[in-house]
């Protein structure tokens, strides 16, 4: 069973860390979904402006966000579930922990410590003969609904990635042990945890935090 914790941010531009617009999670308790909060923020001066293509992506302007909290009012929400739980995951990681480690900097908001998978990585080697490894492209391919670029249905859909994974590292194990195979030592721990590290090698892990690089 995995606690984890997935998260995305929808930004209004690219050119500053700052921006972001929307942001939503999904937290699995027990490989179930346990809550999926989602907030629209609102940029900080000078980091609001909303580029069209980025607009056409989530569509989210100005006007959407204008009255809604900065990222600072809702922070503390968000590294709260995302230093209780025993992995922090996102698609595409690297994006969205720099948006986050921006964001908190901006606002002189430390950032903790916490590991993140990359399901984006993890994707590439579990299926390398999709055509792509898009958020849409995997939930295609196992079979999940949602609304691609917004915040909430991302998360929730990259959530359901990684159980796929895990699921599909299940049989793997099982099968075998049905066949007599030899299995490493780490294959024989309870913790799936420690099996996605060893499958997909610590590169695919990053702890995060104010001072570190992400991924």
Request: aromatic share 10%; hydrophobic share 45%; glycine share 4%.
């Amino acid at each position: 069973m995995m606690n984890f914790a997935s998260i995305d941010f929808e930004t209004a531009n690219n050119y500053s860390d700052a921006s972001i617009c929307a942001a939503g999670m999904a937290v699995f308790e027990d490989d179930k979904l346990a809550e999926s909060p989602h907030w629209l923020v609102r940029p900080p001066k000078g980091c609001g402006y909303f580029w069209e293509d980025f607009t056409e992506c989530h569509g989210l302007t100005w006007f959407d966000v204008q009255n809604e909290p900065e990222f600072s009012a809702i922070a503390q929400e968000i590294l709260e579930r995302l230093t209780r739980t025993d992995i922090v995951i996102a698609h595409n990681a690297q994006f969205d922990m720099r948006k986050l480690r921006g964001t908190l900097q901006h606002f002189g908001i430390a950032c903790p410590t916490f590991d993140v998978l990359c399901t984006l990585k993890l994707s590439r080697r579990v299926w390398p003969d999709l055509p792509n490894h898009d958020l849409k492209t995997l939930a295609i391919h196992i079979g999940h609904e949602f609304q691609h670029h917004d915040a909430k249905a991302d998360a929730e859909a990259a959530g359901r990635v990684l159980l796929a994974h895990v699921e599909m590292l299940v049989r793997r194990r099982k099968a075998a042990r049905y066949a007599g195979s030899v299995l490493p030592s780490c294959f024989q721990s309870a913790s799936i945890r420690v099996h996605l590290r060893f499958i997909f090698s610590a590169i695919t892990f990053a702890p995060v935090a104010s001072s570190t690089p992400c991924l």
